[in-house]
């Protein structure tokens, strides 16, 4: 019986043709894994989690604050708008950093960076024109400006805040692997490796 020869580096037999479906399959399955598991710093999830995390708060805050007014009788409370953002941040970030353990170290946790220098920034701009900042942080039937302004602008801020936290207790609950990809982490300097068959 004759042996059939197999082409170095791809574990197929001499003659055969990979299929181009199944050579993309493998490379999607890898780049998701390289996503997920790698350690280091993920530019493109950096750009993400900045640009979309804030925003992204919005639909579902808003979302969360009116099912809760309904269930508790309420109209325009600026305490169930402000658990309902900071909930859904919270959660987002948990769940991020949950399934994309370099969330943390992808600047998940200077996520409430900007957004907190533009409200601050607002802060200033309203004190400047009117000392009145009451409409930025809470908002009052009869003045849709300071709802949209609290909707677009303030909660959204407090959502980065928590979604950052999010990531934070997510991180640490996991046992800090983000940086390491799971691995056990290096030996203090000076101890040097673990002889062979030796644990700590």
Same mark, same amino acid.
Request: proline share 8%.
């Given at each position: 019986?004759?042996?059939?020869?197999?082409?170095?580096?791809?574990?197929?037999?001499?003659?055969?043709?990979?299929?181009?479906?199944?050579?993309?399959?493998?490379?999607?399955?890898?780049?998701?894994?390289?996503?997920?598991?790698?350690?280091?710093?993920?530019?493109?999830?950096?750009?993400?989690?900045?640009?979309?995390?804030?925003?992204?708060?919005?639909?579902?805050?808003?979302?969360?604050?009116?099912?809760?007014?309904?269930?508790?009788? #309420?109209?325009? *409370?600026n305490l169930v708008n402000y658990g309902s953002f900071g909930?859904? /941040?919270?959660?987002? !970030?948990?769940? $991020? &950093?949950?399934?994309?353990?370099?969330?943390?170290?992808?600047?998940?946790?200077?996520?409430?960076?900007?957004?907190?220098?533009?409200?601050?920034?607002?802060?200033?701009?309203? #004190?400047?024109? *009117?000392?009145?900042?009451?409409?930025?942080?809470?908002?009052?039937? /009869?003045?849709?400006? !300071?709802?949209? $302004? &609290?909707?677009?602008?303030?909660?959204?801020?407090?959502?980065?805040?928590?979604?950052?936290?999010?990531?934070?207790?997510?991180?640490?609950?996991?046992?800090?692997?983000?940086?390491?990809?799971?691995?056990?982490?290096?030996?203090?300097?000076?101890?040097?490796?673990?002889?062979?068959?030796?644990?700590?």
């Amino acid at each position: 019986m004759r042996a059939r020869s197999i082409r170095p580096g791809t574990g197929s037999p001499a003659g055969t043709v990979e299929r181009p479906s199944s050579k993309l399959f493998a490379e999607g399955r890898l780049m998701v894994k390289y996503a997920t598991r790698t350690s280091g710093l993920s530019g493109v999830l950096f750009a993400l989690q900045l640009c979309l995390a804030p925003p992204f708060s919005i639909p579902f805050g808003l979302l969360t604050g009116i099912v809760v007014d309904r269930l508790l009788g #309420l109209t325009h *409370s600026n305490l169930v708008n402000y658990g309902s953002f900071g909930l859904v /941040g919270f959660c987002l !970030g948990y769940a $991020v &950093q949950t399934g994309l353990p370099r969330a943390y170290i992808s600047g998940g946790r200077w996520v409430w960076v900007w957004p907190m220098c533009l409200l601050a920034l607002s802060v200033v701009d309203e #004190l400047k024109e *009117s000392h009145n900042v009451f409409e930025i942080f809470a908002d009052r039937p /009869g003045n849709p400006g !300071g709802a949209m $302004v &609290q909707a677009f602008l303030t909660l959204p801020a407090v959502a980065s805040c928590l979604y950052s936290l999010g990531i934070i207790v997510a991180n640490r609950r996991s046992g800090g692997k983000s940086a390491t990809d799971g691995r056990t982490p290096a030996r203090k300097s000076g101890q040097g490796p673990l002889p062979p068959g030796r644990t700590r």
